[in-house]
């Protein structure tokens, strides 16, 4: 399996304005993050709210500059070159968590979807819409030579998510970035999406990136994971393996956050019970030594993403499978 996508200690640091504009915190929501991507591959990037999922996407769409780090798609950097950078952006198409909010309200179903392919002036006026009408079937929107005419404000949220794939869809991306996209659907609704996406993936031999905070739906999805934490990975490796073998207390709390809702484990007390958070300088040493209730002396410094087994990877000091609660 070939590497498609690669990145190298990413970094984007966000500083917070204070009262009258005088510079405030520092967030480093991203820092010195490194992970590849296979052709055909579903990599899943999970974490909490403001872990930095997002913003990896956003630097790899280039939609926002990264301050350090390197990227590289077919083995071809496009950190700093433009025509590589046109490369990637014909090549690999974003789905947003709001499919309201992704697409224009003024334009018909048809513009929208044709839209990448006019941006990138790919075929005729005929061409394009014979292509908006095949991937509007694909996404199972059907007659579509209806939909093709209706604006978002007359499609449920559902077909408006089957929208936004349609047009991530019609270019033919190598590459999808799909940001939380069904996190605001119904549960029903969720799961028909999750398995068209997983069959247009392997028809199409493409690579996904898949941001969520949602194991669940990210074992059903998913190949790889890389669990991050405040900006950098903490673990990473084949989803089942990472999730069934938790190596870190910060994975191990994700799956416990989940798994408390499922009436077999109602009684059962939590394996990890994280700390709140105190005052302590954050990025220096393990960034989850604040909350972790295996914290150790030596976690003051930063540990590195290590090769355990199995290809499974993780930055820790601590062997959580023998270790006892502080």
Not at 16 to 28: A, E, L, W, Y
Not at 31 to 44: I, T, Y
Not at 269 to 275: E, L, Q
């Given at each position: 399996m070939s590497e498609i996508l690669r990145v190298e200690h990413l970094t984007k640091y966000f500083?917070?304005?204070?009262?009258?504009?005088?510079?405030?915190?520092?967030?480093?929501a991203t820092?010195?993050?490194?992970?590849?991507?296979?052709?055909?591959?579903?990599?899943?990037l999970a974490g909490e709210s403001g872990s930095g999922k997002s913003t990896i996407a956003k630097l790899i769409l280039k939609s926002i500059e990264s301050d350090s780090g390197k990227i590289f798609f077919e083995n071809q950097e496009i950190t700093n070159n433009k025509e590589n950078l046109k490369k990637i952006r014909m090549n690999a198409q974003m789905i947003q968590q709001d499919p309201y909010d992704s697409i224009n309200p003024r334009m018909r179903v048809g513009d929208i979807i044709s839209e990448p392919l006019e941006i990138h002036n790919a075929g005729s006026k005929e061409s394009r819409k014979k292509r908006v009408l095949e991937v509007l079937r694909e996404v199972k929107l059907e007659p579509a030579d209806e939909?093709?005419?209706?604006?978002?404000?007359?499609?449920?949220?559902?077909?408006?998510?089957?929208?936004?794939?349609?047009?991530?869809?019609?270019?033919k991306p190598k590459i999808i970035l799909a940001d939380e996209p069904v996190s605001m659907l119904d549960v029903s609704i969720r799961a028909e999406m999750l398995e068209l996406m997983q069959h247009l993936q392997k028809k199409y031999n493409i690579s996904f990136i898949y941001i969520t905070h949602d194991l669940a739906t990210a074992l059903h999805f998913g190949q790889r994971i890389a669990i991050l934490y405040m900006g950098q990975i903490v673990e990473m490796g084949p989803i089942k393996t990472v999730l069934e073998n938790p190596l870190h207390p910060y994975t191990q709390a994700l799956i416990d956050a989940i798994s408390e809702p499922d009436p077999e484990n109602r009684h059962k007390?939590?394996?990890?019970?994280?700390?709140e958070t105190n005052s302590e300088n954050v990025y220096e040493g393990c960034r989850f030594r604040t909350?972790?209730?295996?914290?150790?002396?030596?976690?003051?410094?930063?540990?590195?993403?290590?090769?355990?087994?199995?290809?499974?990877?993780?930055a820790c000091f601590v062997d959580i499978k023998s270790a006892s609660l502080n």
């Open positions: 500083t917070k304005k204070g009262i009258f504009g005088k510079t405030s915190d520092t967030i480093r820092d010195d993050v490194s992970f590849g991507l296979n052709q055909g591959e579903v990599l899943v939909i093709i005419k209706k604006y978002p404000h007359m499609l449920s949220g559902g077909q408006r998510q089957r929208v936004v794939l349609a047009r991530a869809l019609s270019i007390m939590r394996k990890i019970r994280i700390k909350r972790c209730p295996y914290v150790l002396d030596k976690c003051k410094n930063e540990p590195k993403l290590k090769n355990m087994s199995n290809n499974q990877h993780v």
